[in-house]
């Protein structure tokens, strides 16, 4: 069975900081690329940031120098770095996996996720 848990979400104040941490299991995570998307209330899923499984990422052109992706072969755990938090950076996080870039990046993998709520606001 595929497993992807997701955890660190919580409430942050506007400018705060937030790091969320994604592990695998049933998978060779090595062989995976990984992904965050989010879900705003009453919006689409959308991309937030990708990494390959030889470490290339990838993010959203508005999220460019605030949020960082990263990962851990070892503990087969995927990061998401969130800085300069925003009130519109309030969503359900998700994390993906695939060992096509192209499917994670186009969110079209089997594997999610059961998300992580991430509230900014004062």
């Known amino acids: 069975q595929v497993h992807l848990v997701e955890s660190g979400g919580g409430l942050v104040q506007p400018g705060g900081s937030l790091s969320l941490s994604c592990t695998a299991s049933?998978?060779?995570?090595?062989?995976?690329?990984m992904g965050w998307f989010r879900q705003a209330p009453g919006k689409q899923r959308v991309l937030v940031a990708h990494?390959?499984?030889?470490?290339?990422?990838t993010y959203a052109d508005s999220l460019k120098g605030r949020f960082t992706i990263s990962r851990d072969n070892a503990k087969n755990t995927v990061y998401l770095q969130m800085n300069s938090l925003k009130p519109e950076d309030t969503a359900v996080y998700y994390c993906?996996?695939?060992?096509?870039?192209?499917?994670?990046?186009?969110?079209?993998?089997?594997?999610w996720g059961q998300g992580t709520q991430v509230t900014v606001s004062s």
């Open positions: 993906t996996a695939s060992t096509s870039d192209r499917i994670v990046v186009t969110g079209t993998s089997d594997y």
């Open positions: 049933g998978i060779n995570f090595r062989l995976n690329a």
């Open positions: 990494i390959g499984a030889g470490g290339i990422s």
